[in-house]
């Protein structure tokens, strides 16, 4: 009886000690990851919902709402501040929606131990999104090339493609691609443009000469004078090469 009480502290100790080996099966290391991967989500609703009650305080419950609803329209209204929001909210979406692809992928994106790479930030580009992720030991970037094509229509978007960094294996980042700059009607602006445009204004200078069109002059083209000697030749082939 004893040795049987004995077993079973034990094999409660051994598992204590294998749960604290293995994080993922801690809850304390569950919770900081999901506050860690909704930060953003968490951090938006707490300004929202303490900036109504302190406003609601102040100037009264129909008031407050009438702020919120007049900073909405003005978000929106404004052409950067409707940019910056559309962008953000589309690096909260690609996280999750990564995290999700990843599980549920075909291909390898795990280790053994079944840990995905670390998501450190996502940053709007100018086609897209960038997700930077951090490998952790049994897995590489390799992995995640594999799975660009879930990536792709996991993210809602045309395409993705793996940015690798060359100091650093261990970092990499994937790029959700989601328009083309080029596809489009209107003409993109260029730099030289702007430049021309700056400096039309400006005269040019008294010694400064204009720039015209090149004039290109024929030259005369010289033949070479006929020998004496050739002048005698018969016109064609000479019948001596053709008899032996």
Not at 8 to 21: F, H, K, N, P
Not at 64 to 89: M, N
Not at 119 to 140: F, Q, V
Request: contains cysteine.
């Amino acid at each position: 009886m004893a040795k049987s009480i004995r077993r079973s502290r034990g094999a409660r100790r051994l598992d204590v000690m294998e749960i604290w080996q293995d994080p993922k099966r801690s809850w304390f290391v569950l919770i900081v990851g999901v506050l860690v991967r909704w930060r953003a989500e968490i951090f938006m609703v707490s300004v929202v919902v303490t900036g109504r009650i302190w406003l609601g305080h102040e100037v009264g419950g129909v008031i407050a709402w009438l702020i919120f609803g007049g900073v909405a329209l003005v978000i929106v209204l404004v052409p950067h501040t409707r940019w910056f929001v559309y962008a953000r909210f589309w690096c909260l979406v690609d996280r999750h929606r990564l995290r999700t692809c990843l599980r549920q992928a075909r291909a390898r994106t795990m280790n053994l131990d079944g840990a995905l790479p670390f998501m450190l930030w996502a940053r709007p580009t100018k086609t897209g999104e960038r997700i930077w992720l951090w490998s952790r030991a049994g897995s590489s970037s390799g992995d995640i090339e594999e799975a660009l094509e879930y990536i792709a229509p996991a993210c809602f978007a045309r395409d993705a493609r793996l940015h690798k960094v060359r100091k650093l294996s261990t970092l990499f980042a994937v790029d959700v691609i989601r328009r083309d700059p080029l596809d489009k009607s209107t003409p993109i602006d260029s730099p030289l443009s702007q430049l021309g445009s700056l400096l039309g204004g400006r005269l040019p200078r008294e010694d400064a000469e204009p720039i015209t069109g090149a004039t290109v002059t024929a030259l005369p083209v010289k033949r070479p004078a006929e020998k004496p000697a050739d002048r005698g030749k018969a016109v064609g082939d000479d019948l001596s090469d053709w008899i032996d």
